[in-house]
């Protein structure tokens, strides 16, 4: 077999078949997609290739027409690494493909028609895989020969493929382990997803526990005599789960996909104790005949009328106005900090609300021990599928720790449920938890060998907890931690509130600065943690505290503060990378900005969001985006760079955000030589590995620029113009037209002569005294507090 994958074929172009098209893409690989020929064609358009192809065409090209920000793509461009045509005349494109993936209608026949023609012209060693969620892999494969057996495997991806981090991988009892072993590196490595490994039943694992967890709250709904908004309020944020919680999700899977689930799970599933669950009530089976089927119908179990959203009541088929639920057990939940935290205190309420999650948990105690041996080989597997498939922060067993093994057991009893061996022996032999920290590395109950193991991580992971354990962390403050990474590299990882940049990381980076440059047997510095997201940006509640209270001399020496820390990160003498993920706004962006080099996760939300606060960015960011966008226009070349100062306040002034690395490299807040990895365990490790090879390839301390030329008042008359015109056109509001000006006289360089050079320290002070004249405006206020409050920005 090869001992690498370097062009995939997917075979099948609905929603995920041209899904797993364009995150192939995305990871760099060429891509065949295919599909059949449109049945209902005539004979003239039989004659047009185009019309042949249409099915796949036509979704890769929707795929690029999505919006954000459910884009299947990275970027456009990276649709033109799919080559699509048609079953008929192109299956001819599989005989040079590493993998084949097969993405077509869940009917075995079909299917096995399908694998039939693969067999046929596919390479050797080529491995042939089916996305199935429901058919089992010895149907599919008998009587094919042995090596196409031992070629082949199911790869269970999770919609949508470019988001949901979940593969499945499951192998059939002739599956070749080195094939496994290499589809899952490739999963990994390549397309960054988080590998687990199933067995060849029904729904596997993540749909197996989902699904059935699913159709239970619909019983426990009617049961507890709760409404749609307020089981939504209990599984969401507070049961550690996402905001859509479970009719939300509902909504935007399609009550018709849903109740498809259901029946075929129920088909598939006829020795489940719990199979009856899987018959919908009536009134579910009435929204999906009568049209209700959620976002795609714009009518679910929630709906809009005019502005106000509506709940469905299921009892009397009508809906009603969402009135925010007010349960104890919940509230308290969403104040508790970890994942951990919200779980005891939802389960410690004496509320209804308390009641039902009680119900739910209990159920997925007995449910995934009773069936652990059926579906996965350990508790690991279990927990990575749930929170990688299903969005949930910590697995069933995670949450059973959370609780207390022994209370949980408690509970069982008293439920009248089964209580399962594995929680017994955890109890009995082990140390009453199914994981436990040893040595600063975490283990988990191996149920079969009966004690614990270390957690399996790929040799590339550094865990940066477990490095503090074991004592590598050198210095810290409430905000921010210097550790040891080893090697003679440091990472400076920030732990304040949502990363947010406050006084104590910007003490910290200079500090970090001054041990790193100060002793030879240090290389550099990663700046990186493992957070929800790299940083939101600066500390806005501060900001607005400072602002009101006319603290004005301590926020000029707060802008000051980041100012210097982001220019001292560029000018280091020692090389500085950054590992951004997730959200990288406003000051996150600056400092990322700062650093030598990037190594981003293939998902970063990056931009400079300041003007939705009031203000614009002045912790260098207008300056370094200029400084990138100019970069490679020398200072001696005759060209009209204006179009480069217009790009960057068009970024600036509209608040641009990336939706993806790929994106952040084409607004130019990524450059050339920067990484973009997919897979967010391997982040830290690329990053320390930048640093060594800077290092060692005899890295030397950048100079300032010399080419910032900028148009002065020339160019912000121009700027001015433009505002004007969007103002008349009710396009932006006058203030904005105020905030674009402030805007743009930095850009331009403020008061100078047109096309004069200037330093980046003229930019720095343009920056701080804008955002100084702006931060004590009502209306900017007004803006901080609505982000406060709302979450939403204010348009005033």
Sequence with gaps: MPTSIRKVAVLGAGTMGSGIAAHVANAGLPCVLLDIVPPKLSDEERKDKANRDRFAAGAIQ????????????????????????????????????????????????????????????????????????????????EGFDEEFRKHFLVTHFFNPPRFMRLLELVPGKDTDPAVVAAVAEFGSSVLGKGI??????????????????????FRLMAEHGLTVEEVDAITGPAMARPKS????????????????????????????????????PEWFTTMVKGGALGRKSKKGFYTKQGED???????????????????????????????????????????????????????????VGRHLDEIADDIVNIDNAMKWGYNWEIGPFE??????????????????????????????????????????????????????EPLPLKPTVVNLAGLKARGQELKRNDSASLIDLGDGVLCLEFHSKMNAIDDDIIRLMHESLDLVESRNDYAGLVLGNQGENFSVGANLFMILMYARQKKFDDLTMAVRGLQSATHRLRYSSKPVVAAPFGMVLGGGCEVCMGADAICAHSELYMGLVELGAGVIP???????????????????????????????????????????????????????????????????????????????????????????????????????????????????????????????????????????????????????????????????????????????????
């Excluded at 996909?257 to 489940?272: A, G, M, R």
């Excluded at 509506?310 to 969402?322: N, P, S």
């Excluded at 904005?736 to 002070?765: C, F, R, Y």
């Design 62 to 141: 929707k795929a690029v027409k999505a919006k954000p920000p459910m884009l299947p793509f990275y970027t456009s461009r990276f649709s033109r690494r799919v080559t699509t045509g048609n079953f008929d005349d192109d299956f001819g494109l599989l005989a040079d493909c590493d993998l084949i993936i097969e993405a077509i209608v869940e009917d075995l026949a079909i299917k096995r028609t399908l694998f039939a023609r693969v067999a046929e012209v596919r390479k050797p060693g080529a491995v042939v895989a089916s996305n199935t969620s429901g058919i089992s892999i010895a149907s599919i494969v």
């Design 618 to 796: 002045a912790g260098g960011g207008c300056k370094n985006l200029l400084v990138r966008w100019l970069e490679h226009v020398p200072a001696e070349m005759a060209i009209d760079r204006f179009p480069y100062v217009q790009k960057v306040f068009e970024l600036i002034g509209m608040a641009t955000v990336s939706f993806s690395a790929d994106m952040a490299r084409d607004y130019k807040f990524l450059r050339l030589h920067d990484r973009v990895v997919l897979d967010k365990d391997d982040q830290l490790a690329e990053a320390k590995k930048m640093v060594l090879g800077m290092y060692a390839g005899g890295y030397r301390q950048p100079q300032p620029v010399d080419n910032l030329i900028l148009p002065g008042r020339d160019g912000l008359a121009t700027i001015q113009m433009g505002l004007y015109n969007m103002n008349l056109g009710k396009f932006v509001t006058d203030y904005e037209v105020k905030l674009g000006m402030k805007l743009g006289n930095v850009l331009t360089g403020g008061d100078i002569q047109p096309w004069s050079a200037v330093t980046e320290q003229h930019i720095l002070d343009l920056e701080c005294e804008a955002f100084m004249s702006l931060v004590g405006e009502p209306k900017t206020q007004e803006r901080m507090q609505s982000l406060l409050m709302s979450g939403k920005p204010l348009r005033n």
């Design 196 to 217: 687990v490994y199933g067995k060849d039943t029904p729904n596997f694992i993540a749909n197996r526990i989902g699904v059935m967890g699913m159709a239970k709250i």
């Design 399 to 452: 949450i059973w720790d959370a609780i207390g093994v022994a209370r949980g057991i408690e509970r069982l009893k008293t439920a009248g449920l089964e209580v399962p061996k594995v929680a017994l022996d955890v109890v009995e032999l082990g140390y009453g938890s199914f994981y436990v920290e040893l040595e600063g590395r975490r283990y988990f109950w191996n149920h079969k060998a009966k004690k614990y």
């Design 309 to 367: 959203k509506l709940y469905l009541d299921y009892t009397t088929g009508e809906y009603k106005k969402c009135v925010k639920p007010k349960l104890a057990s919940v509230g308290a939940a969403k104040k508790a900090e970890t994942p951990a935290d919200k779980i005891r205190a939802l389960h410690a309420g004496d509320d209804k609300g308390s009641a039902f999650a009680w119900a739910l948990t209990e159920g997925l105690f007995w449910y």
């Design 245 to 280: 919680a479970t009719f939300g999700t509902a909504d935007l899977v399609g009550l018709d996909v849903l109740d498809h689930i259901f029946k075929n799970s129920y088909e598939v599933l006829p020795d489940d104790e719990t199979r009856d669950l899987l018959v919908a």
